[in-house]
């Protein structure tokens, strides 16, 4: 059987097209290169859509915890704590279980006029239960960065905008949000790395992989289990992800550098690629 | 435990609780709760001491050992940590296993590798198939030592060749002037300073570690999150504690016990930070020196 017809068969196994059965015997590099990067879509959907969804959501704790109001700063106080100090791994078990103890048939949600039936099945299937966790903890680490970066805009930016005449709504969005982001975003580009490689523990922590559509750690270990023989598929996962990061990397270069457009060139910070531990 | 306990179904909502949670499989859960701080207190320094050699290759004068150092340190950059853990306890099973094999086995005919399958000879196996439990169990608890040390001593790596760079460059030349040889100069100025500016990243990198341990139920070790999932699942009536579905409750006393670590953790290292700057060049040290004097003139 040709690579090709591998491909063409296993190349979207991950999501559910392709051939039903993952090979068993006579396993070739192809089929690991080729299932494994399959795999490789939900990391990305993961990745993708955790911090597409927990970019405005840590911006909202962030601000709510640099408010004066202890009613919004308790909160987000807390949340950013309870996601921050616990292990993504017990979050994941934690909330499959909360999800699975939800009532089958739905939740009759009885407002006054109609009734809904809010449908909690899908939370129990990872690409949603999953991507609910990832999203809130990735709201909570990235809205701790945003914090750091909010408290540290200079006081003469905000001095300046005062003295235009600016105020609320529009001094947020002319002169302190963008310095935040500004200044936040080579940590941010940090945790964007750490949410991708955060995504791997999806399918090993209850979160079942249905119909064996899991990711690439997930393929990876099937074939190391299939074949006793780690050496292969374990650097091929290390191999797409360290293209994945460096995906990430350039993407985020260009955001920040867009960010720093109106910088003078020798002020601009650069986006320094080594690696700070802010997990 | 207690004597009222021989016959569960009998006792009052409280004594039974009592009674459940001081069974034997609930004790055993406590005591891995020791198995995880045990896990901590060894790869801690180990991953220290690993990440301190990594540092010191990365500055190494030959090319060779330079270069395994910036790869050891740059590893966990690209690659996400989990890939390591599942990764390294089989591939250094493996490596051993092969190891003894070619020593004690050297006529052996066949292939080690045979399809799909592992095959050494019965005398090289790791640990002996005629070895007791508890020696298969100090085996995998050493495999996942060992890995856990491997990542975080790049991990720490990382951080410490960021510390010995951010010592000011003065320093090192005062050493030169002193006439101190590169050897001496960085027991005597590198290292003792270095540590006041690794501590934030070290610092972090222990919560990391702490945030890391419930990963030890990949590797195959009866843990907490072992225990969590077995105690806390349903029950039927064939059992003496029967119990609808509790794992939920589990888990959310696993979160509670993490928070605590690294919240106490957290307030240590603080503690340690004021410590560790004081009388150094750095910004913290500085406020506390003037913090100081202003109490001496007031």
Redesign the interface.
């Known amino acids: 059987m040709s690579c090709w017809q591998t491909v063409q068969d296993y190349g979207l196994r991950a999501i559910g097209l392709g051939e039903r059965l993952l090979p068993t015997a006579d396993i070739t590099l192809c089929h690991q290169f080729t299932l494994i990067g399959s795999g490789l879509i939900w990391n990305v959907y993961f990745g993708a859509m955790a911090l597409a969804l927990g970019f405005s959501m840590s911006l909202a704790l962030a601000l709510g915890k640099a408010s004066q109001n202890p009613f919004l700063r308790v909160p987000a106080d807390w949340f950013i704590f309870v996601f921050r100090g616990s292990p993504l791994f017990i979050q994941f078990f934690l909330a499959y279980e909360a999800f699975v103890l939800l009532p089958r048939n739905g939740i009759e949600i009885n407002l006054i006029f109609v009734e809904i039936t809010a449908e909690t099945r899908w939370l129990t299937r990872a690409w949603a239960g999953a991507l609910v966790v990832l999203f809130l903890n990735t709201s909570a680490y990235a809205g701790e960065i945003f914090y750091g970066a909010l408290r540290s805009v200079p006081k003469g930016d905000l001095e300046a905008a005062d003295a235009y005449g600016m105020t609320g709504w529009i001094k947020f969005r002319r002169v302190t949000l963008p310095c935040t982001l500004r200044l936040a975003w080579p940590s941010y580009t940090n945790e964007a790395i750490f949410l991708f490689h955060a995504t791997t523990l999806v399918y090993f922590s209850g979160f079942p992989a249905w119909r064996q559509q899991g990711d690439a750690l997930y393929y990876a270990k099937y074939f190391a289990d299939k074949t006793f023989n780690p050496f292969v598929p374990y650097p091929i996962v290390a191999a797409y992800f360290i293209c994945l990061t460096l995906l990430l990397i350039w993407l985020f270069g260009t955001l920040h550098k867009r960010l720093n457009r109106h910088v003078a060139p020798e002020a601009r910070s650069r986006l320094r690629l080594r690696m700070q531990l802010v997990r | 435990m207690f004597q009222f306990c021989t016959d569960p179904s009998l006792l009052s909502d409280t004594r039974w609780m009592l009674c459940y949670l001081t069974s034997p499989k609930h004790i055993a859960f406590y005591y891995s709760f020791g198995t995880v701080l045990g896990l901590l207190a060894i790869t801690a320094p180990c991953a220290l001491m690993l990440g301190f050699g990594g540092a010191v290759a990365m500055r190494s004068k030959i090319a060779p050992v330079r270069w395994f150092g910036r790869g050891y340190t740059s590893m966990?950059?690209?690659?996400?940590?989990?890939?390591f853990f599942?990764?390294m306890p089989?591939?250094v099973d493996?490596a051993l296993e092969w190891l003894r094999h070619k020593v004690i086995c050297p006529d052996w005919p066949d292939p080690v590798?045979r399809g799909?399958?592992?095959v050494v000879c019965a005398e090289a196996k790791l640990p002996l198939s005629t070895s007791a439990a508890w020696v298969h169990d100090a085996y995998s608890i050493f495999l996942a030592v060992l890995a856990f040390s491997i990542v975080f001593g790049a991990?720490a790596a990382?951080?410490l060749s960021?510390a010995m760079t951010a010592v000011p460059r003065a320093q090192m030349e005062t050493a030169e002037a002193y006439g101190m040889s590169r050897r001496q100069s960085f027991w005597r100025i590198l290292v003792p300073q270095m540590w006041v500016y690794a501590l934030p990243?070290l610092s972090?990198?222990w919560q990391?570690l702490?945030?890391?341990?419930?990963?030890l139920?990949?590797l195959g070790i009866t843990d907490i999150?072992y225990w969590?999932?077995e105690l806390?699942g349903a029950k039927t009536s064939t059992f003496s504690y029967p119990h609808p579905?509790w794992?939920?409750y589990y888990?959310?006393f696993?979160?509670v016990f993490?928070?605590a670590l690294?919240?106490v953790s957290e307030r240590l290292f603080r503690r340690a930070m004021v410590r560790l700057s004081h009388g150094q060049a750095t910004m913290a040290g500085e406020a506390q020196r003037k913090a100081d004097t202003n109490e001496v003139t007031a």
């Open positions: 966990v950059r690209g690659i996400p940590d989990i890939v599942l990764f089989i591939a493996q590798r799909s399958d592992f991990f990382n951080v960021g990243g972090n990198l990391i702490v945030k890391a341990t419930p990963l139920f990949l999150v969590a999932r806390g579905d794992r939920l888990f959310l696993l979160l993490y928070l690294t919240s």
